[in-house]
T-cell receptor, first 112, second 111 residues
Framework: DTAVSQTPKYLVTQMGNDKSIKCEQN?????MYWYKQDSKKFLKIMFS???????INETVPNRFSPKSPDKAHLNLHINSLELGDSAVYFC???????????FGPGTRLLVL | GEDVEQSLFLSVREGDSSVINCTYT??????LYWYKQEPGAGLQLLTY?????DMKQDQRLTVLLNKKDKHLSLRIADTQTGDSAIYFCAEHSGGSYIPTFGRGTSLIVHP
């Protein structure tokens, strides 16, 4: 009965590889988000989708590409991984834009 | 731009009360949140308060909002070792899609 789930929980990979992180929410929410949390715990918004449409795209390298196949899913694909991409990536969802956000458990990405 | 500030660490003894403070700069904030992040886990929404409220109580948690001073606090009564975590303050103004998060306060509870 997990509300916001992410897979995988841990991801260790080599520089230059391409990887994807999946996110699903079963709350019936319309809006989904991706955040990056760095080693100092700072949370930074990356993307926001509302009803499968991109509404926010912060200054993120175009190696990062979100994809929303339906309202309940927002996946994050990363091309040509770099060392600086190592972080914890959180997915979140909210009922609508500007409403309370509920977070997934995070995906811990380590690029070697 | 908007800014949310928190102290980085707080250490308390088990059974005492903990008070985690947060200040923010956006005077148009409408919602203010407290999230909890346990080690290796995601962010869990603990509680939130609307800007037209001064106080909200939920079991051991008390949130106080001083809108004039733009100061938010979270009081945890009878702090337990299971309360050890990072606590994030966040504020959300009506005009912004995204809340602004503080850097988190690490609460350490010792016996």
């Amino acid at each position: 009965d997990t509300a916001v789930s992410q897979t995988p929980k841990y991801l260790v990979t080599q520089m230059g590889n391409d990887k994807s992180i999946k996110c699903e929410q079963n709350l019936g929410h319309d809006t989904m988000y991706w955040y990056k949390q760095d080693s100092k715990k700072f949370l930074k918004i990356m993307f926001s989708y509302n009803n499968k449409e991109l509404i926010i795209n912060e200054t993120v390298p175009n190696r990062f590409s979100p994809k929303s196949p339906d309202k309940a899913h927002l996946n994050l694909h990363i091309n040509s991984l770099e060392l600086g991409d190592s972080a914890v990536y959180f997915c979140a969802s909210s009922k609508g834009e500007q409403e309370t956000q509920y977070f997934g458990p995070g995906t811990r990405l380590l690029v070697l | 731009g908007e800014d949310v500030e928190q102290s980085l660490f707080l250490s308390v003894r088990e059974g005492d009360s903990s008070v985690i403070n947060c200040t923010y700069t956006d005077s148009s904030s409408t919602y203010l949140y407290w999230y909890k992040q346990e080690p290796g886990a995601g962010l869990q929404l603990l509680t939130y308060i609307f800007s037209n409220m001064d106080m909200k109580q939920d079991q051991r948690l008390t949130v106080l909002l001083n809108k004039k001073d733009k100061h938010l606090s979270l009081r945890i009564a009878d702090t337990q070792t299971g309360d050890s975590a990072i606590y994030f303050c966040a504020e959300h103004s009506g005009g912004s899609y995204i809340p602004t998060f503080g850097r988190g306060t690490s609460l350490i509870v010792h016996p």
